[in-house]
């Protein structure tokens, strides 16, 4: 069985490795099922990671965010049990971690459950309300999305879940209340008051497409990106600075504490006239947060525009602006992806488009838009420079946009 697909010669010599089709994923995650439970299969999710292009804090803001699907999946794998007692009707196992999970969707206590099983039963339980029972089952999580590196495993891991247990019932959700379950889930049994765009990214991506997605209407602007001279490139810095783990809430809390003061629903109804009205009663630090989420807005907005027309030069500039105002006005940088973005800026002119920080921030990745005919010689050039500075081996990796979450077996 295919596990891997081995790296053609050329890109064996650089630091991006071969994509690893889908398929060979679906293929581990089967062969991962029939080692675990000792048979095969019968039903198969995947739903994929995403990036955000550009538009980052700006999806609880009831803004616009510009993010894409990317060639990385969370697979699901599932059977119905043999017909033995159980404890509960669902055994999971993952191969990001070591033990086996039992868990039911009439037990919605999840303090028991190890953090990572929560994301499962929050889909199973948001499904079941839905009047859709996923019954007993075995399932095995296979993935390769990085844990925690801001591509959004955890909405990867509950949209394929979802996804699984539309399969299994034989029922479809509208894939908007999909999306809205999901990020239910992640709130409710995560603890984490994330935005729509994770979730949205994850079902309604589109292969060769980026999403403008307006987070107030959930209405979504397809925007092709199909240029074969620019590449997708996203680093790891392979690091993750959160202090208290608290610092998303914090940001989410003072973004809704300035539009309050600013006397506005949400940050999406300020202008810049607004905020220039308010400048001396507002605390700077609620000053600076609304600085951002209003330029970013625009900046997103904007972008799309580019990318459209193809120019190249406007988008650059507006992903060096969204990296400079979440660093100094959001304050959600690091020194890593701050160096990142800075051996981006040295490489030869026309090589690298665009460079700034995406996710949530605080280490995570970067993303950026490169010529493709000097992609090899800048993902070497910024692999070292980084190493060198930090002695942290970067992870690096191309990918277009890609197709939504689906069932691939089932
Ligand atoms: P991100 O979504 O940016 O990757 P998060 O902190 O939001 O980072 O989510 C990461 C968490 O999601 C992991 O710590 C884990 O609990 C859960 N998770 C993601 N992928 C998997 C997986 N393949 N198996 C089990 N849990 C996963
Ligand atoms: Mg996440």
Known sequence: ????????????????????????????????????????????????????????????????????????????????????SRPMPICMSSSAFETAEWLSP??????????????????????????????PLDMLIDSNVPLGGGLSSSAALEVATATLIEAVTGRSLPPVEKALLCQQAEHRFAGVPCGIMDQFSSVF????????????????????????QVHVLIINTNVKHELTGGEYAERRGQCELAAKRLGVASLRDATWDLLADHSAALEPVLARRARHVIGEIERTVQAAEAIAAGDWKQMGQLMAASHDSLRDDYEVSCRELD????????????????????????????????????????????????????????????????????????
Request: hydrophobic share 40%; charged share 15%; with cysteine.
């Open 339 to 410: 160096l990142l973005v800075e051996l981006a800026g040295q490489q030869a002119p026309g090589a690298v488009i665009g460079s700034r920080m995406t996710g949530g921030g605080f280490g995570g990745c970067t993303v950026s838009l490169v010529s493709s005919e000097h992609l090899e010689t800048v993902a070497h050039a910024i692999h070292e420079g980084y190493r060198n500075q930090t002695g942290i081996v970067p992870s690096l990796f191309t990918t277009r946009p890609a197709a939504g979450a689906h069932v691939v077996v089932g």
């Open 106 to 135: 009439d037990d919605a206590s999840s303090e028991r459950l190890p953090p990572w099983a929560r994301y499962v039963l929050g889909v199973l339980v948001g499904c079941r309300s839905q009047g859709m029972q996923a019954g």
């Open 205 to 228: 991506g589109r292969r060769d497409h980026l999403m403008l997605l307006d987070c107030r209407s959930t209405e979504i602007t397809s925007v092709p990106l199909t240029d074969p």
């Open 1 to 84: 069985m295919t596990v891997s697909q081995p790296p053609s010669t050329d890109q064996a010599l650089g630091v991006i490795p071969a994509p690893v089709p889908l398929a060979a994923l679906v293929d581990r995650a089967q062969a991962g099922f029939e080692d675990r439970f000792g048979r095969p299969p019968r039903w198969i999710a995947a739903a994929p990671g995403r990036v955000n292009v550009i538009g980052e804090h700006t999806d609880y803001n009831d803004g616009f965010v510009l993010p894409m699907a990317i060639e990385r999946y969370v697979v699901i794998a599932a059977d119905r049990p043999q017909p033995t």
